[in-house]
């Protein structure tokens, strides 16, 4: 079974702080993805990353996609309140892959 | 909004009841999954279509879940003689073929009381 280790589970940052969490696993994955849910919602996508040492940008946002394709983080500087979520990271085992596993999570908690 | 669309957000229901779900795909995609979520956990898969035909349910949780796409457009969800236990935010997502982008929709939490 291929799981996804996410960490930190919780992390509480004053508005303007930089943060990184992130997303390990001992297997390989085809792809992974980001997502952020709010309370009550469904996940958003925020970003989807495919190849080994791949580094995406979404804002103040930065994703990168380990070179071995086994890890991934996420990376926001100065964060700010709207920021607020749970940050989700979910994969695909293989080319033909139909299922996402995810693991549990970041809740993040950006404080004005 | 041309997004995953889910209904409803909200049920309540009685143990032993019987509840369906709906849930309208992005149009052009010809993948739809279903998984699960509860409290504290990321989403857990279910089941999923490929246009009409459901290529995998190994993974419903029990005979009592099941599933249907009958024209390979919208799906439904159904569940039988509910269960506390299958209280949680039931999440329906639709993509394009192969992935990997799969979007969700805003999902429909269930109370069973």
């Known amino acids: 079974t291929q799981l996804l280790e996410q960490s930190p589970q919780f992390l509480s940052i004053q508005e303007g702080e930089n943060l990184t969490v992130y997303c390990n696993s001992s297997?390989?994955?085809?792809?992974l993805q980001w997502y952020r849910q709010e309370p009550g919602e469904g996940p958003v996508l925020l970003v989807t990353?495919?190849?080994?040492?791949e580094v995406k940008k979404l804002k103040r946002l930065t994703f990168q996609f380990g070179d071995a394709r086994k890890d991934s983080s996420l990376h926001i500087t100065a964060a700010q309140p709207g920021d607020t979520g749970l940050y989700l990271c979910?994969?695909?085992?293989?080319?033909?892959?139909?299922?996402?596993?995810f693991g549990k999570g970041t809740k993040l908690s950006v404080i004005p | 909004d041309t997004g995953v669309s889910q209904d409803p957000r909200h049920k309540i229901t009685k143990r032993g009841q019987n509840v369906t779900f709906r849930c309208d795909p992005i149009?052009?995609?010809?993948?739809l999954y279903w998984y699960r979520q509860t409290l504290g956990q990321g989403p857990e898969f279910l089941t999923y279509?490929?246009?009409?035909?459901?290529?995998?349910k190994s993974r419903l949780l029990s005979d009592r879940f099941s599933a249907e796409r009958p024209k390979g457009s919208f799906s439904t969800l159904e569940i039988q003689r509910t269960e506390q236990g299958d209280s949680a935010m039931y999440l329906c997502?639709?993509?394009?073929?192969?992935?990997?982008?799969?979007?969700f929709g805003q999902g429909t939490r269930l109370t069973v009381v």
């Open positions: 279509f490929q246009n009409e035909a459901q290529l995998e």
């Open positions: 149009s052009e995609h010809n993948r």
């Open positions: 990353v495919v190849t080994g040492g």
């Open positions: 979910a994969g695909y085992s293989g080319a033909g892959s139909y299922q996402l596993t």
């Open positions: 997502a639709s993509s394009l073929t192969p992935p990997p982008e799969a979007f």
């Open positions: 297997s390989v994955f085809s792809s």
